[in-house]
């Protein structure tokens, strides 16, 4: 544990600079341009609703398309950082390094950003526990009712008699981060003995979504793949199939400032093993009916597992970037980071403070016109671009259809 966080997260409000609860200083801008030029304006987004949100993602889909150093429109999706407190500890995460004193993203930030974005979708979630968050459901109700499609990644261990409450938010989908089919694999990788614990929340929420005759939320599981679990791919999706859990995604080892961990987590795997896993992952879905990511991993199972090994055996990929043109993401702090792989850094991607500027002034400002144009030419601009895996249309589209409400 990294000196200066407290064993129990204490949850603090963190209003405005200076004293970031996450440390690390802002990224300078990309390159010296000087003074900044006033921002370009951006055209005010609209109820993101029936008709208007097919023509949001329509244009949506000409901007990444045809993409511009200047965005005029608002983007569509918005990745919100409501804190990043805690209560695991997982393997995989480098939050240790990252949080010395844990955020909560403040009221008037929040409901900022969705009223000025209206994004059509909202992820709830980033280096913390959602639910963590005392105001969660005012959130998630307050984003519903701005139209927005809500999804949130948790480990659901701290939703103690409060699965009707999660119903009747009307949020979209939980993405329940669950690493292990049985508890001894999830006490390794996630340290704490919650497994029976998740398993009967799922089944209450899905109880009481059946008894409300309500259609959402949709469950998925979140499979963080390491040397582990990755032979319990497989039966993860019998799991599904048993608890009434819609689709998987399983995740590939991520993130730049972890390095040093994915030599140990990878350790005895080895790329034909873990194919094999996966394949019958795949048949075995297929015959329950369970959504899964592994059309992308057949695909690019190659990037994948380069992903996988440390900096040293890695070589770049050639995918192309969308996420600063058609996404956004807020931190509990208050800076706006381009995409959800930058805040896995100390110093990388703040490209703004929404205490400070409008999210408008933002969008268009110096640091983000340079970011676009680097990568618009194919540079990986950052430590975080140089080894990301950045989303192509495919899998964009590809997620969005099966995985994500
Ligand atoms: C960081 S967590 C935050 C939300 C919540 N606390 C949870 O556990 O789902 C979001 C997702 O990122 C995954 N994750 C964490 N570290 C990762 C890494 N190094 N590579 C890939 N995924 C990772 C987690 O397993 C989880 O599914
Ligand atoms: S290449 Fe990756 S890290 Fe860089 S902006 Fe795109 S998504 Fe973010």
């Not at 909202?122 to 139209?147: C, D, M, Q, T």
């Not at 987590?265 to 873990?274: A, Y």
């Not at 990511?293 to 996988?308: G, K, P, Q, S, Y």
């Not at 990568?375 to 950052?382: A, D, F, I, V």
Request: glycine share 6%.
């Amino acid at each position: 544990m990294s000196e200066g966080r407290p064993d129990k997260p204490t949850l603090t409000t963190n209003p405005f600079p200076p004293g970031w609860a996450r440390s690390g200083a802002a990224s300078p801008p990309l390159t010296i341009g000087g003074a900044e030029a006033p921002p370009p304006r951006v055209k005010r987004a609209g109820d993101p609703s029936g008709w208007k949100k097919t023509w949001r993602y329509g244009l949506g889909v000409l901007t990444m398309l045809f993409r511009r150093p200047v965005v005029r429109r608002m983007p569509l999706h918005l990745q919100l950082e409501v804190t990043d407190a805690c209560n695991l500890h997982c393997t995989t995460c480098s939050r240790d390094l990252l949080v010395h004193k844990p955020a909560l993203l403040s009221e008037p930030l929040w409901k900022k950003m969705i009223d000025e974005m209206r994004p059509t979708n909202i992820n709830v979630s980033g280096i913390g526990e959602p639910f963590l968050h005392p105001n969660i459901f005012e959130i998630i109700r307050y984003a519903k009712g701005r139209g927005a499609a809500v999804n949130c990644a948790t480990n659901l261990t701290r939703v103690k008699g409060r699965h009707r409450e999660i119903v009747e938010s009307g949020i979209d989908q939980l993405k329940v981060s669950i690493d292990a089919t049985d508890a001894e694999t999830y006490r390794t990788i996630r340290g704490e003995d919650y497994f029976e614990q998740i398993k009967d929340n799922i089944r209450e929420i899905v109880r009481v979504r059946d008894e409300l005759g309500a259609t959402t939320p949709s469950i998925r599981f979140n499979f963080a793949l390491q040397c582990f679990n990755y032979r319990q791919a497989p039966d993860l999706v019998d799991l599904a199939a048993e608890l009434g859990v819609d689709g998987i995604y399983y995740q590939f080892l991520a993130y730049v400032d972890m390095e040093g961990r994915k030599a140990m987590l990878t350790n005895v795997m080895t790329r034909e093993s873990l194919q094999a896993a996966l394949d019958e992952a795949g048949l075995r879905a297929k015959r329950n009916g369970i959504l899964t990511n592994l059309d992308m991993w057949r695909r690019d199972v190659e990037i994948f597992w380069n992903n996988m090994q440390p900096m040293s055996e890695y070589k770049p990929n050639k995918k192309q970037c969308y996420f600063p043109w058609i996404s956004a993401w807020l931190g509990a702090d208050g800076w706006v980071r381009p995409c959800p792989i930058m805040p896995w850094t100390l110093d990388e991607g703040r490209m703004g403070h929404l205490g400070k500027q409008s999210f408008a002034e933002i969008w268009n400002n110096e640091r983000y016109r340079e970011l676009r144009a680097a990568l618009m030419r194919g540079e990986r601009p950052t430590r975080s671009c140089k080894t990301c895996y950045p989303q192509d249309l495919y899998n964009i589209i590809s997620i969005k259809a099966k995985l994500l409400p």
